[in-house]
């Protein structure tokens, strides 16, 4: 069973919502985040990126930074610019991008249920990583952006949040690039433990994104018991969390791109992936999107490729993980033709969401690249099946779209 509670949400006052929020930001350069601060000094990248509000420090997550986090958490709270919720409530969140829309809810959930297997993972996380995001909360005492989970079934929880959209209110509706958010405030205690028993029937919560920051949060509840000597269920054994339906969500392909060749030739390229055991077909740049399994494209020397893994080869294919396209690209071609090993630490490749068209690729390859591959999509199927066996998939194999927006709630500890 999952367990979920509601909580007291520190969130934007009423009409400062379209200042506060923000979109993920990974890409975005120091100089442009710092634009965007002078020109809204309310902006919620003063609490993610605090380190800009500060004069002469180069490492973004050491302590000094995190305490200057906190210390615009309250600054925020003490100027109104955002309320901490009056009781305890469940949010209901939706996020339209284009034609696809998900609805899901904002909750907190417990941290034990990641030690006893409820909420499960797909991806391994790194200890350094974990670590910075362990340092963070121990600064800040709060949870500044939500993990992001998915759930298998249970209408009715669905049926439920539908009927309270249509008869109540939005808390917030606004519109961030391409991707409108909306947020209902559940407020009514009957409603909020029908849904809190409902989610009591779900026997796993599937990670989508946030694996380090579930660890860590984790890892920092059991620091903190350790230390202090706590017992029983305090409100740092839990973790903000925005839980959505697997019907609801959209699993768009993660593609590389790749530096160097490793040594070789186009034409010895080619060679190699052929003894690999795939059928290399020349295709057009309008028709190069693969569209089913075992199939990659390629583009390189401003031509496109099918590379379709023979009949024999997927065969041989071990368990799930294995028959991946992710994994088959780094199995056959990426670690023994083109050397990378650990996709995860090798400066020659790089990773390109799959909702850019097909020419973002290309114009990666043209100016700075070698050679770009482009993967089917893994399944919400396949993610399920990974996490129940308790198997991992290689780095960057899945990517959700809409991203959550950052800024709209916050959960102290």
Not at 21 to 42: G, H, R, T
Not at 81 to 90: A, G, H, N, R
Request: glycine share 4%; hydrophobic share 40%; proline share 4%.
């Amino acid at each position: 069973m999952a367990k979920i509670k509601p909580f007291r949400a520190v969130r934007p006052s009423k009409g400062l919502e379209d200042r506060i929020i923000v979109s993920p930001f990974e890409k975005m350069a120091d100089e442009e985040i710092k634009k965007i601060i002078d020109n809204n000094p309310y902006s919620f990248l003063r609490v993610i990126r605090a380190d800009v509000d500060l004069d002469g420090v180069e490492d973004r997550y050491c302590t000094e930074v995190f305490e200057k986090a906190k210390e615009n958490i309250q600054l925020f709270i003490d100027d109104e610019v955002m309320l901490v919720e009056e009781k305890p409530v469940i949010y209901i969140y939706r996020q339209t991008l284009f034609d696809h829309v998900q609805t899901g809810i904002v909750c907190c959930v417990n941290v034990n249920d990641y030690e006893n297997g409820v909420i499960k993972k797909h991806e391994q996380t790194k200890v350094d990583k974990e670590y910075v995001m362990m340092d963070q909360l121990f600064a800040t005492s709060a949870n500044t952006e939500p993990i992001f989970l998915a759930y298998a079934g249970e209408d009715k929880i669905k049926v439920l949040i539908n009927s309270y959209i249509n008869n109540k209110p939005k808390e917030y509706d606004v519109t961030l690039g391409d991707v409108r958010h909306e947020i209902w405030t559940i407020t009514d205690d009957n409603i909020i433990n029908g849904i809190v028993t409902f989610f009591e029937e779900i026997d796993s919560l599937y990670i989508a994104d946030g694996h380090h920051r579930t660890h860590a949060a984790y890892s920092f509840s059991k620091r903190m018991h350790e230390q202090h000597h706590l017992e029983g269920e305090y409100e740092l054994d839990y973790i903000m969390a925005t839980i959505f339906p697997m019907g609801d969500l959209q699993v768009i392909d993660f593609n590389r791109v790749v530096k160097n060749l490793n040594g070789h030739t186009k034409r010895e390229l080619l060679e190699q992936i052929n003894q690999a055991g795939f059928d290399i077909i020349p295709t057009t740049k309008d028709n190069c999107k693969p569209t089913k399994k075992y199939q990659i494209s390629m583009y390189i020397d401003n031509e496109w490729y099918f590379l379709n893994l023979r009949e024999e080869e997927i065969a041989k294919l071990g368990d799930v993980v294995e028959k991946l396209d992710v994994s088959i690209l780094q199995d056959k071609i990426l670690a023994p033709i083109l050397g990378i090993h650990d996709p995860r630490i090798n400066p020659n490749i790089e990773f390109v969401n799959g909702l850019k068209d097909m020419k973002g690729l290309e114009e990666r390859v043209d100016n700075d690249m070698e050679v770009a591959f482009a993967v089917y999509p893994v399944s919400i199927e396949e993610i399920i099946e990974i996490s129940d066996k308790e198997r991992t998939m290689p780095p960057k194999s899945t990517c959700f779209e809409p991203k959550l927006a950052i800024g709209l709630f916050m959960h102290r500890l």
